[in-house]
């Protein structure tokens, strides 16, 4: 049996971590929670909760990440791969993306940057992944000569059924329903950062209903969210579902 290795790129305060629980969900599927995060951390140096025991904990050569990645090790038919795309610095060679399916997860840039800014008030254009996510679709577009499939947060909250069908459709795979909920509390496949962010979703046993939000953003983001759209801009096109 060949194994089904899918590679989900997502920028951070999104609900990458909702949906890493809902593809562990399947029976057929074991899931990676950030694998290069370690890697980032140490080459970066920032300053992220819990930083130094991730370094200690987990591979911090990218080279032996990927290989880890692309290792069929278990009988699993879908391996499933949580990827912050700022985490993908740009020594990092992109060929082994080749080699597995690509979907790319966004977020509308105004409600990312709300959140976000209640982690770091002041983050830069790097830290949001959006430049990153959109060169890592283009080398998989030029690469593969297709589209990956990509979903929008906003999508999957409000119908996360049908998103989910049409994302397995777009991967050629059968949509299971145990996607749509899982048992709340940590899962063994966590990263040991979970402490430190995923307390809402310990807290979950499914997708939460989306919620409209109509705060104002702080002014002073008002020159990065210009950036972040036009960058969100070149990848909404592509979404492959849109709710109603």
Request: glycine content about 6%; overall charge negative.
């Amino acid at each position: 049996m060949t194994q089904r290795i899918i590679a989900m790129w997502s920028g951070p305060r999104n609900i990458s971590t909702a949906l890493m629980r809902s593809w562990g969900s399947r029976a057929d599927t074991r899931v990676i929670d950030e694998p290069f995060y370690a890697h980032y951390l140490q080459r970066t140096g920032y300053c992220h909760p819990g930083a130094q025991e991730i370094i200690d904990h987990y591979e911090t050569d990218w080279r032996l990440v990927v290989e880890r990645l692309l290792t069929n090790g278990r009988g699993e038919a879908i391996f499933y791969q949580k990827h912050m795309t700022q985490h993908m610095l740009a020594h990092i060679d992109r060929g082994w993306l080749t080699k597995v399916s690509n979907c790319f997860l966004i977020r509308d840039p105004q409600r990312m940057l709300k959140s976000f800014a209640k982690v770091i008030p002041n983050p830069r254009l790097d830290q949001t992944g959006l430049p990153q996510q959109v060169e890592l679709f283009n080398y998989v577009c030029d690469a593969s000569g297709e589209v990956p499939p990509v979903i929008r947060a906003r999508d999957v909250l409000l119908d996360p059924e049908a998103a989910l069908r049409q994302l397995c459709a777009a991967l050629k795979l059968p949509f299971d329903p145990a996607m749509l909920s899982w048992r709340a509390g940590a899962q063994a496949s966590d990263g040991i950062w979970a402490k430190h962010w995923y307390a809402s979703v310990e807290r979950s046993t499914g997708f939460a209903p989306y919620q409209e939000d109509d705060s104002p953003l702080p002014a002073h983001l008002d020159g990065l969210l210009a950036e972040c759209q036009a960058l969100y801009e070149q990848m909404a096109p592509y979404c492959i579902f849109e709710a109603t």
